[in-house]
T-cell receptor
Framework: GAGVSQSPSNKVTEKGKDVELRCDPI?????LYWYRQSLGQGLEFLIY????????KSGLPSDRFSAERTGGSVSTLTIQRTQQEDSAVYLC??????????????FGPGTRLLVL | AQSVSQHNHHVILSEAASLELGCNYS??????LFWYVQYPGQHLQLLLK??????LVKGIKGFEAEFIKSKFSFNLRKPSVQWSDTAEYFC??????????FGKGTKLSVKP
C-alpha cells in the first residue's frame, strides 16, 4: 500500500479491558509517531520511534500506555485496563527521517477507540 | 514548552470569499511550521510547510502561508475559497523530538 495503514479502524471495548492498536508505516520510513485526537484535548503527541527505539516516552498519558516497534516497521500501541477517558482517535504518522527534507509526516486514517 | 494558538474555532464563508486563518506559536528560536488539513471523513494531509528561506510559502490547492518572525505568526491564506475547502485546518510547529505540536484546529465551512 502507498500510505500509512492502521487497524482496527474502530474498536469498542469495555472499561478495564486491554486493547492493542496497530500501525503499518510507509515502506522505508524510519520515523514513526503516535498521536491522540480527542474533543477536549485536540491532537496530542504520544510517542516517537526512530527505527525500533523510542528515546522519550514522557508523552504517554499514563503507565497503562505502552508502545513498541519491531523490525523498524510495524508498531503497536497497547492500552491496559482501559478507562473511558481513553476514548479518542489514535493516529499514527511516519516520515522518511528527521532531516529537513525528510520530515514531512504522513498520517494514517486512525483507530477510533470507544471505551464503554 | 512550545505551543500553538489558532484564533478561530469555526469560520463560515461564502464561496469566492478570501480566507485567512490565524496561527501563533510560542517559541522564539528556529522553527519549522506546518499547516495540515483534514477533510470530512479523511485523514490529515499536509498543505504546506516552512523550514527556512522565503517566508511566503505556497502549498497545494492554492493555499499559502506567511511566516512573520516578529509576530510569531504563520497565517494561512487563500484568495478565493471553494465549497470543497470545507475542512478542519491545523497549524503545527515541530517539537524537540521531531513530533508535531498542533493547535486546536479551525473548522472552515464554505457555503455554496
Amino acid at each position: 500500500g502507498a500510505g500509512v495503514s492502521q487497524s482496527p479502524s474502530n474498536k469498542v471495548t469495555e472499561k478495564g479491558k486491554d486493547v492493542e492498536l496497530r500501525c503499518d508505516p510507509i515502506s522505508g520510513h524510519t520515523a514513526l509517531y503516535w498521536y491522540r485526537q480527542s474533543l477536549g484535548q485536540g491532537l496530542e503527541f504520544l510517542i516517537y520511534f526512530q527505527g525500533n527505539s523510542a528515546p522519550d516516552k514522557s508523552g504517554l498519558p499514563s503507565d497503562r500506555f505502552s508502545a513498541e516497534r519491531t523490525g523498524g516497521s510495524v508498531s503497536t500501541l497497547t492500552i491496559q485496563r482501559t478507562q473511558q477517558e481513553d476514548s479518542a482517535v489514535y493516529l499514527c504518522a511516519s516520515s522518511l527521517g528527521t532531516g529537513m527534507d525528510q520530515e514531512t509526516q504522513y498520517f494514517g486514517p486512525g483507530t477510533r477507540l470507544l471505551v464503554l | 514548552a512550545q505551543s500553538v494558538s489558532q484564533h478561530n474555532h469555526h469560520v463560515i464563508l461564502s464561496e469566492a470569499a478570501s480566507l485567512e486563518l490565524g496561527c501563533n506559536y510560542s517559541y522564539g528560536g528556529t522553527v519549522n511550521l506546518f499547516w495540515y488539513v483534514q477533510y470530512p471523513g479523511q485523514h490529515l494531509q499536509l498543505l504546506l510547510k516552512y523550514f527556512s528561506g522565503d517566508p511566503l510559502v505556497k502549498g497545494i490547492k492554492g493555499f499559502e502561508a506567511e511566516f512573520i518572525k516578529s509576530k510569531f505568526s504563520f497565517n494561512l491564506r487563500k484568495p478565493s475559497v471553494q465549497w470543497s475547502d470545507t475542512a478542519e485546518y491545523f497549524c503545527a510547529v515541530k517539537g524537540s523530538q521531531g513530533n508535531l505540536i498542533f493547535g486546536k484546529g479551525t473548522k472552515l465551512s464554505v457555503k455554496p
